[in-house]
């Protein structure tokens, strides 16, 4: 966001070391390893995959692609209203560096060159081409993220693509990053099954989740992508809480969600104060942002929702050493109700969360300042009803400045959601900054973007 004058809180701090973007958009899901219990059955005589071996990489897309085909035919029928046609076209595995090209005497998907699923895993709808409506993929290519990042990874991917295959049946939203984000959403749905151990073939444990959300954050468009490019995919909180809407809610909610009133916060820059910054704040104007757009946003809400009027607490700085009213001096954000203050530790969580991204402070700020606002409501602080709540306040707080209600001299840039993703995945688990925490990174961040999707009702607030 940015103020007026010259402060600016905006868009991504660090760069991207490399986006991967797979053409056909597959879900590569980036994270520590974290190995799977085997299947419970190979599916190994129920799905052809050309060009497939034993290896890892081809027993997980194969076990994969196999649950994906139960779990669409099942779904598919209620859903949508049809039957589901299965694939006609097949799938592909390609090795390029030592496939035979005469295993694939037409090609692979689309017909293409076995070559050009380099690096690479896509869906092809295209007609009259060979091979249509099939999934093709680099297993060597896969293989080198699984062995780096984890061995769910192909089914990801598979999943992504067959949201496309889903879409090629029943039509597709009229935009890129729609089809796109709505395939994360057909993917989410299919993992939440998979994680309640429906599947027959794969499997995923729930802290590997949290590795899931991280993943996406290489497979957003660059900072200051348009909405109307015409291979836009989504900011990082786009493409994030569409793969959530799917967990939480199912295909239905891929079905009905992705009309033209779907909020994308992926925007160009505009200003050219952010073209030559990035979009980062200095520093030293954060907290001006801050001080400026936290009382206006929750006055607004006390006057409007609750008729009250809201006192502001205080924001302070301090130096590794908590103040003398918090619980424990190690404490890196503080509420403090006696004091009315909300205080954070600059040198040990600022320095570090402007690192992620201006705005990623401004969020981390957010949480106490909301167990503040519960606090005036006579609501409880120091439970985890009450972080849940704040988490959720947090995201209502991040829409209103998205929305430009944050006061006007304070406006939104591309990106600073995204460090608000990418702050609670950081930091969630830091019992220094969220003590006694039960919630996963993947829960923080389901509250934080209920918030900003659905407002205060959300918030356990009696809004």
Not at 30 to 54: C, F, M, N, Q, Y
Not at 190 to 203: D, I, K, L, P, Q
Not at 295 to 318: C, K, L, M, N, S
Not at 383 to 398: F, P
Request: hydrophobic letters at 40%.
């Amino acid at each position: 966001m940015t103020l007026s004058r010259s402060a600016r809180v905006t868009g991504a701090a660090t760069a991207l070391a490399g986006v991967l973007c797979l053409s056909g958009c597959a879900v590569v899901v980036i994270g520590e390893p974290s190995p799977l219990s085997p299947p419970a059955r190979d599916a190994g005589g129920e799905v052809t995959v050309v060009g497939a071996g034993d290896d890892e990489v081809d027993v997980v897309a194969r076990n994969a692609l196999a649950d994906l085909e139960q779990f669409w035919a099942q779904r598919f029928p209620d859903v949508f209203g049809q039957e589901f046609t299965p694939l006609q076209g097949g799938y592909f595995s390609v090795d390029p560096d030592r496939s035979d090209p005469r295993d694939y005497p037409e090609g692979v998907g689309c017909g293409a060159d076995p070559l050009e699923a380099e690096n690479n895993a896509f869906y092809c709808r295209s007609s009259p081409a060979p091979h249509t409506d099939s999934i093709t993929y680099d297993r060597a290519f896969l293989g080198e993220l699984a062995a780096e990042y984890g061995r769910f990874i192909p089914a990801l991917v598979m999943a992504h693509e067959f949201g496309h295959a889903v879409q090629a049946r029943v039509g597709e939203p009229p935009s890129s990053i729609a089809t796109e984000t709505q395939a994360d959403c057909l993917a989410g749905a299919w993992t939440a099954w998979v994680a309640e151990g429906e599947a027959e073939h794969s499997r995923l444990r729930a802290p590997e989740l949290d590795e899931l959300l991280r993943g996406y954050f290489l497979l957003r468009d660059p900072v200051g992508t348009s909405t109307a490019e015409e291979s836009a995919h989504g900011s990082y909180f786009d493409r994030v809480s569409a793969f959530q809407d799917g967990f939480d809610g199912g295909s239905e909610i891929c079905r009905d969600g992705f009309g033209p009133d779907r909020v994308f916060t992926q925007g160009e820059f505009t200003r050219d104060a952010d073209l030559a910054t990035g979009g980062n704040a200095p520093y030293v104007d954060l907290l001006d942002i801050v001080e400026l757009s936290l009382p206006t946003v929750w006055e607004q809400g006390f006057g409007e929702v609750f008729g009250e009027d809201f006192i502001a607490p205080d924001i302070r700085p301090f130096d590794r050493e908590a103040p003398d009213c918090a619980p424990d001096p190690d404490r890196e954000l503080v509420y403090c109700s006696d004091e009315q203050l909300v205080a954070f530790d600059e040198t040990d969580l600022a320095v570090g969360a402007y690192d992620v991204g201006d705005f990623a402070l401004a969020t981390g700020i957010a949480i106490p300042y909301s167990l503040a606002a519960r606090d005036q409501l006579g609501l409880s602080t120091d439970d985890e009803k009450a972080l849940r709540s704040a988490l959720c306040l947090t995201g209502w707080y991040a829409a209103k400045v998205y929305r430009g209600e944050a006061g006007k001299d304070v406006l939104i840039s591309p990106g600073d959601i995204d460090e608000s993703v990418q702050f609670l995945l950081t930091y969630g688990h830091d019992p220094d900054v969220l003590p006694d925490v039960s919630l996963s990174g993947f829960q923080q961040v389901d509250l934080f973007r209920n918030g900003f999707l659905r407002g205060l009702p959300a918030c356990d607030v009696g809004a």
